[in-house]
């Protein structure tokens, strides 16, 4: 793609000693300002396959603060395409002006069609695709979350030969792409840990099309009741997060993966002398889409 991008660099968490465990955060959300973290990794060969297909428009899918409407918008700006974001929920219409991820897409050129959610749940069927087709014309189409073999391919770009030296591999999983480009370029020694933003078991069967190897598992434990689902203790571990190791975590990926982690280290479950890698997807654009609806609910904010 053509615009610059950073590389990532590995930070060590501040934990106590007595926990008897190394931490680090691959800091993959500082690559890029505006297509940080997996975003950048799981459209980068998509918007070349695009390229080479000689398509110039991009449609994808996602909701009212989704960070990959407002990668796909930014990035297909950056690299001449013009781009359709299929957004759940008619109501955000009336309401765009009021939504920063929204705002930022359509004025990074993206056209929106707001579809209820009942038909959102189609957007996979091929009678939904032909419409999109009859409608738009011609388009190259990303997935909602971007995850297909092209973004897995980018994302088996994110671990080095540096990062061998970890034992535990830990990402947060929304479509399970990134975990599974992470299992892919894992080491044998190495186990990787997926920690789920969404409830249900449906995502090991996802990520299985996209790998062989076994040395990986899901912690379901931490989705604090779902997608974009928060609580109070939660937003009071990502502020303390950040103020102790000055790294900004969002609320709906890896806010919850290193509250997950923290807990599982506590609870013994790595053993003495472990040293765990997690990787930092990005997603902060979200953070104020969030504190919208926490002070709605008269809760404290994310910081």
């Not at 980068?44 to 396959?49: A, I, P």
């Not at 950056?78 to 765009?96: A, H, P």
């Not at 434990?221 to 950040?242: M, P």
Request: positive net charge; proline residues 2%; glycine residues 10%.
């Amino acid at each position: 793609m053509n615009f610059k991008v950073e590389n990532s660099v590995n930070q060590q968490v501040v934990i106590p000693k007595s926990w008897g465990v190394e931490l680090y955060v691959k800091r993959e959300d500082k690559i890029h300002l505006f297509v940080s973290g997996n975003k950048y990794r799981k459209l980068k060969y998509n918007l070349l396959e695009a390229k080479n297909k000689g398509h110039d428009t991009l449609l994808t899918f996602g909701g009212a603060f989704s960070n990959h409407i407002a990668a796909v918008a930014y990035a297909g700006k950056m690299y001449g395409f013009k781009t359709i974001g299929i957004i759940r929920g008619e109501e955000l219409k009336s309401n765009l002006h009021k939504n920063k991820t929204l705002s930022f897409a359509n004025s990074n050129g993206m056209q929106f069609e707001f579809v209820t959610r009942e038909l959102y749940r189609n957007k996979t069927s091929d009678d939904f695709k032909k419409h999109l087709s009859e409608f738009f014309g011609d388009f190259y189409l990303i997935p909602e979350g971007g995850t297909n073999h092209l973004a897995v391919k980018g994302c088996e770009e994110i671990l080095t030969q540096a990062d061998k030296e970890f034992d535990y591999v830990c990402s947060a999983v929304g479509t399970g792409g990134t975990i599974s480009g992470l299992i892919n370029c894992s080491k044998p020694s190495q186990q990787v840990l997926g920690f789920p933003a969404l409830k249900g078991d449906f995502l090991k069967e996802d990520i299985s099309k996209f790998v062989t190897k076994t040395n990986w598992d899901l912690i379901t434990n931490y989705h604090f009741g779902g997608y974009a689902k928060i609580n109070q203790e939660l937003v009071a571990f990502i502020n303390k997060f950040k103020t102790d190791n000055a790294i900004p975590l969002d609320p709906v990926y890896t806010g919850k993966m290193l509250f997950g982690i923290f807990d599982l280290i506590k609870k013994g479950f790595f053993k003495r002398g472990t040293k765990i890698l997690a990787i930092h997807t990005g997603g902060l654009q979200g953070i104020e889409g969030m504190n919208l609806v926490l002070k709605k609910k008269g809760l404290p904010i994310i910081k």
